[in-house]
Structure formats: structure tokens, C-alpha cells
């Protein structure tokens, strides 16, 4: 019945939560610093551009804030998918049921709702 391969989700889980781990860290460590060269590739594209030069150091703080927040709530979400694969309820949709896509479980693999559930949710 469980089709999930979740030793791989569970691979996939580890590898992210450590670098993420490691971001909220530096993050913690080094406010005040310019992080954006370091932590480009877990930030959220289309940061830049719109703001112009105005905002400065005040907007690198917040985005350094909002960054280990992110990060840190992406580690929580991933121990609880985690602790999914334990209890045996990994790749379920906690709102239908149903089984979560895989392809979704691959590009978010700490995921709790359905395709479909996620978007009703907003
Ligand atoms: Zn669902």
C-alpha cells in the first residue's frame, strides 16, 4: 500500500535540514554582515531590483532576519516530516488522505498537504 520510497525522502530530508542547520547558524552568528553571496541559493529569487538603494542596510538586516526565520521554520517542518516517515504517515495529505504526488514530495519533501489541498489552503 505504501508506495512511498521513504528512505529516500528520508535522505533528502537529512541533507536539507543540515544546510539549512548550518544557514540559520551563520545567519545567528554573523547579523550585521553581508550574507546574500552565502545564502543566495536558499533565499527566494527576485529579491533584488525593486528597492532600489534607498533601503540599505536596514532592508540587508530584515532580509537576514526573514532568511533564518524561513530557515528555521523549513527545519521544523522538516522534523515533523521526519517524524512522518517514523510513525508511518509520511507522504500523506493530513487534510484528504490521499497520497501526496511524488514529483511534489521531490521538490518539497517536507510537504503535508496535496497539491490540491495546498492551494485551497492559499
Ligand atoms: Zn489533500
Redesign the pocket.
Known sequence: MNAIETGEFRKLLEEERARLANAVEFLHDESGGSLEDELGEIGSGGTDNHLGDTAGAAYDRELDQGLEEGAQQTVDEIDAALARIDDGTYGT?R??G?QIREDRLHAIPWAR??I??QRRAG
Open positions: 495529505c487534510v484528504c490521499k498537504l496535496c490540491d489541498d
